[in-house]
């Protein structure tokens, strides 16, 4: 934006009462403010389940601890799972696809605003539902608060005869409301991506970060209906008598796990796919090159779309599957490798020659491309029957899906708000703090996922309250404990760079980064319209286009 | 969904509009989204809230269909003054040294290529150099050229039946075991000819490090770990320096062949009419005419 406009508007907010701005924020439909208002809501939840991680961690951090009881542990671990999953990294990854996908089709808004406001406000009532279990719980039997049967919730743990009071109703209906908003936004984000692209934007035009969140969102539609299915048919078998997954009546507890982890494996790609996004759009602009091999990029990205929704089983090796069952599942989990590491040549493709600028963003997508490989590999292991056998339910595990979504989504994440940030406010971000933050989680993170390997191979059992001193696990929990302080200092760190730059940051300019995609051509932030006219663009980098109009890449596409 | 206003549609295509229609700002998502969720958490609470979420949900229906029926409620807004223009600092853009046409500035890597005779030619060159290093192992360690042609053709055995070979035999002449390790050897060596001369125009700066000696030991790594599986008489009666040397010796004269012939051009940067063998007038335009049609 030019000054005097952001000047302008400045004044005129500082001028207006409280109640107003609030108002204006509360009944917004503009996909900007709804995509702002997703991540900050995600951001809060963010370090609500950081504190409950700390929690864990503290009780872990010495044999024979009891810093909190078996009982807080239980609904420590069950809510600091419900939280990071449903309420800090989708609604995180929506509110930046809400807030990009419009800017970078060249469309005024997403194709149904007010759904997409309808959609935000489910996912935020969700989250305040499951957290007032803390106070309303408990119902008329007085037993325990919040949830405390697991992030998957396995039957028959929800029963009724084990899970007594409404703690478990909280979890679910929760998940229920959330989930109708996941599936609101994904349908705006589908009709949006398809139907109000700019003139010229083919399909083969598209931004990577659009054809993956349109990967995505139709992942989203396939897999949160099973999962909203079966959170209504847990809710019958509590309420209404049926027997779905009652084993004491002819139900089936393992039909329970087949509906969760049908949702809960493409979950993982739902949350990982914008993730590629973020490096598809960042490691180009700091490489100073186009993506390496955009059509395979695309192609990986869809395959890995559909193969996903066909590797859910492995979670269940250990449940007494059929050998032919084992032998395609795992076939399937090993064969997503092959779209993912095509996706890791591409962006090594893509630095490789290129003038590499060590900027935060460009950091935090060099730690993810190792971390996340290294993540893919230990996958690759557990993917393995007669592996998974000997280390399910370990703390192996619990590490391999960390390496995932913190060393692979959370610093994608950071990554993202430090490339996109000066676009949203209008403010530079601090280098200086940011590489602060970079180093610290950097550090924190390895230290405590790398060594909580280890007391996963030597047998320590995942949510264990506590153990008896020298089964060799003592210094490795006291260890993963510390670098989980160290990635709580670093959140901090960012937190504070967050406020504090968007107060006292540099201007950032229309373009701080020299950027190609459309959302770098106009203002900082962008005006309610984002266009005052819809452009036209004739190739995959419309602004080198304009940049460089002696070889565009029109020329050559 | 945002629209062009009555001005707007009017100057499209020749000014910028000074405003512009957005959704008007609405509560009745929110309405809509707290009754349902209150609807559900009274399964929970109470009855009483479930009623107030239902009576909420009803408004928010109505309230938001009114929203958009008859018409879609809009607001104008006024367009800001943006004059800042989208350029960069880094003007200068290196050039491809290799252009394939004054005007083109890009290309897609390698230009040009070694031809498939050339790889051939590498290949069958290259493993007669790594013969003679074989050979050489042969008469120095067993005094018997025939030592590892046998060993390379004893590929045919199995793990069981290695075990009846002797010595004896195996620095003796065998039609069949001669036959087989030539078939066997030139295979390989024109295959991995072909490999040479597709790959060695990616690695233009050092060839002959890249095919004399990089590949080599990763191959013979390679070939390590899996030798027993491959060959159980190989694996058991192989002396590794020497393979290396003779993998090495392949390599640098595979390459040092390869790198000699003259190089082709690749088909990606001609046009598709082009690589398609279509003769036509009219087919290709030159970008001259083309800029000058105006």
Not at chain 1, 321 to 348: D, E, H, R
Request: charged share 10%; aromatic share 14%.
């Amino acid at each position: 934006m030019s000054s005097d406009a952001m000047a302008i508007r400045t004044a005129e907010a500082a001028g207006r009462p409280w109640v107003e701005i609030l108002h204006e924020w509360v009944t917004t439909v503009d996909h900007k403010r709804l995509g702002v208002l997703y991540i900050v809501y995600a951001l809060v939840f963010l370090v609500i389940g950081g504190i409950e991680a700390v929690i864990i961690r503290i009780q872990l951090i010495r044999p024979l601890n009891d810093f909190v009881s078996p009982q807080v542990f239980n609904r420590m671990f069950t809510m600091h799972g419900t939280t990071m999953i449903f309420f800090v990294a989708m609604p995180v990854l929506f509110g930046f696809a809400n807030y990009l996908v419009p800017l970078m089709v060249g469309a005024r808004d997403m194709a149904f605003p007010r759904l997409n406001a309808f959609s935000f406000w489910l996912s935020a009532f969700g989250g305040f539902l499951l957290y007032f279990s803390f106070v309303g719980g408990s119902g008329l039997y007085g037993a325990g608060n919040a949830p405390d049967v697991g992030w998957w919730a396995y039957a028959p743990l929800t029963s009724r005869a084990f899970s007594p009071g409404h703690s478990t109703d909280y979890w679910t209906i929760a998940l229920l409301v959330s989930g109708f908003g996941s599936i609101g936004t994904a349908i705006n984000l589908i009709t949006t991506i398809l139907c109000m692209r700019c003139p010229g934007m083919t399909l083969g035009r598209m931004p990577l970060l659009a054809w993956l969140n349109l990967v995505m969102s139709g992942m989203v539609l396939i897999a949160l209906t099973p999962l909203s299915a079966a959170q209504i048919m847990l809710l019958a078998d509590r309420y209404l008598g049926s027997h779905f997954f009652d084993t004491q009546a002819g139900g089936s507890a393992t039909l329970w796990m087949h509906f969760f982890w049908i949702f809960g494996h493409p979950e993982v790609y739902i949350l990982i796919l914008p993730c590629f996004a973020f490096m598809s759009e960042i490691i180009p602009v700091f490489s100073r090159k186009p993506i390496f091999g955009y059509p395979v990029m695309v192609g990986a990205s869809v395959c890995i779309g559909f193969v996903s929704m066909s590797v859910w089983a492995h979670h269940m090796f250990s449940i007494g599957m059929t050998s032919y069952a084992n032998a395609f599942f795992t076939i399937t989990t090993l064969s997503v490798g092959v779209p993912t590491g095509i996706k890791i040549f591409n962006w090594l493709g893509t630095m490789w020659g290129g003038r590499i600028q060590f900027k935060t963003p460009m950091l935090f997508s060099i730690a993810f491309l190792f971390q996340f490989l290294i993540a893919g590999l230990t996958g690759i292991m557990l993917g393995s029957a007669a592996f998974n056998w000997q280390l399910t339910g370990s703390y192996f595990v619990v590490a391999h899906f960390h390496y995932v979504i913190v060393g692979g989504i959370l610093f994608a994440l950071f990554g993202a708000f430090y490339y996109w940030y000066p676009k949203i406010t209008g403010k530079m971000l601090s280098e200086t703090l940011g590489k602060i933050h970079f180093w610290l989680f950097f550090i924190g993170f390895h230290m405590t996922f790398d060594l909580m390997h280890i007391p996963g191979l030597l047998g320590m059992p995942r949510r264990i309250y506590t153990y008896e001193p020298g089964r060799g696990w003592d210094t490795w929990n006291l260890l993963v404990t510390i670098g989980a302080l160290i990635q709580s200092i670093a959140t901090l760190v960012f937190v504070a760079n967050l406020i504090i730059s968007y107060f006292k940051g540099r201007d950032a300019g229309n373009d701080p980064w020299d950027a190609w995609t459309l959302e770098w051509s106009v203002s900082s932030p962008p005006p309610e319209y984002n266009f005052a006219t819809i452009p036209t663009v004739a190739s995959r980098r419309p602004l080198w286009d304009i940049k460089h109009p002696e070889d565009p890449d029109s020329r050559y596409e | 969904m945002a629209t062009l206003s009555s001005a707007e549609q009017k100057d499209r295509g020749t000014y910028t509009p000074s405003e512009i229609e957005v959704p008007a700002r609405t509560a009745w998502p929110l309405v809509l989204a707290f009754g349902s969720t209150l609807l559900f958490a009274g399964l929970l609470t109470s009855v009483s809230v479930s009623v107030l979420g239902g009576v909420l949900a009803i408004a928010g229906c109505v309230g938001w269909f009114r929203e958009v029926f008859p018409h879609e409620h809009e607001e104008v807004v006024p367009i800001l003054a943006d004059e800042t223009p989208i350029t960069t600092e880094r003007r200068v853009v290196d050039s491809f040294p290799l252009a394939i046409a004054p005007d083109q500035l890009r290309a897609w890597l390698p230009v040009e290529t070694y031809p498939i005779s050339a790889g051939l030619k590498g290949g069958i060159a290259g493993g007669a150099a790594m013969a003679v290093i074989a050979c050489l192992y042969g008469l120095i360690s067993q005094a018997s050229i025939w030592y590892p042609i046998n060993l390379l053709a004893a590929v045919v055995y199995s793990r069981q039946e290695a075990r009846a070979l002797t010595p004896e035999w195996l620095n003796s002449f065998h039609p069949w075991m001669f036959l087989i390790a030539v078939i066997l050897h030139i295979t390989g060596s024109t295959l991995v000819g072909l490999l040479y001369g597709a790959m060695l125009p990616m690695f233009a700066r050092r060839p002959i490090v890249l095919g004399g000696l990089i590949v080599p030991v990763l191959w013979s790594g390679l070939l390590y770990s899996t030798m027993d599986l491959l060959n159980p008489v190989l694996g058991s009666h192989i002396h590794w320096v020497w393979f290396i040397a003779s993998q090495v010796a392949f390599g640098v004269v595979a390459g040092l062949v390869v790198v000699r012939q003259s190089r082709v051009r690749t088909h990606e940067n001609m046009p598709f009419a082009l690589r398609a063998g279509i003769e036509a007038p009219g087919m290709m335009e030159t970008r001259g005419e083309g800029e000058n049609r105006s």
